[in-house]
């Protein structure tokens, strides 16, 4: 049971049973076409095809973290409050077991990379009372935290080596400033200037930027035509992406690789991968 106070909570209430107030996501019917790779990442089992339109079958399944959102390529799905029955965790993991180990490990590391380790380990308690046999040794779960996980600690960071320009968010450049001519770009989730205490210096030096969040930001159609035109029309010379550890911002790296399709130049693109506390966790040159 979740160690929560009596009163009913948004969200984690499991106690009254009623439905609560709690992020969950929404699927645009008009912009959905019937795909089906949301259907397929959702571990969790609380999308659906049905008359080729993607459908939340039970918001008992829906976590409201928003994974399946980098995957639509349509730009159909969102997160919305709106009353909802309170996610189960116990219920999810009845829909996940008979799906197999890889399965189970992959909604596991869903829930941790996004924080919520109480839901992590009930899920693990789920499979010690069923005596389900799993490999957990790469979750290296901690003990169940009392009101949420303990936050990483940096050093106060050293005077950035190179502002960026502004604005710098991906909606509000203008691909046509002569500043983005012939630069190197660098395309960079929201949270790791926040994440790394010297990312100007490491990341930024000599490069020109755009952050964006591919979870919460809204006309992604918007950002491919816009690094398209980077690309082919202010002829950026490489294009840089930093991204975090976690599966919704592999939306970066996605959107990047629509508009280099698009885009009618090729130019080299590199992928960094940072783990929760900041390291480099992957660099490579993509092809």
Known sequence: MLQK????????CKKC????????????????DGCGICVEGCHEGA????????VIVSDLYCDGLGACIPDCPRGAISLEEREAEPYNEEAVMERVVPKGERVILAHLTHLKDHGELEFMQQGIDFLKKHNIKVDLSSLEAPEQPQAGHQP??????????????????????NPMNSLFSGAHLLVAADCSAFIIPDFHRRFLKDKVLAIACPKLDRNLDTYVAKLTTLIDT?????????????????GLMKLV?????????????KRIVLNLQGEIQSEEWIQ
């Open 5 to 12: 106070p009596l009163s009913c909570v948004p969200y984690f």
């Open 17 to 32: 049973r009623r439905n609560v107030k709690r992020t969950i996501i929404k699927i645009d019917e008009g912009l959905c």
């Open 47 to 54: 999308l659906q095809l049905i008359n080729d339109k993607a």
């Open 152 to 173: 990483y600690v940096f050093q106060p960071a050293s005077r950035p080596a190179q502002a960026p320009q502004f604005p710098v968010q991906l909606h509000l450049i």
């Open 234 to 250: 202010a002829k950026i010379e490489t294009l840089t992406v930093l991204q975090m550890a976690v599966p919704c911002c592999s």
């Open 257 to 269: 690789s629509m508009a280099r399709e698009k885009a009618q130049r090729y130019i080299p693109v």
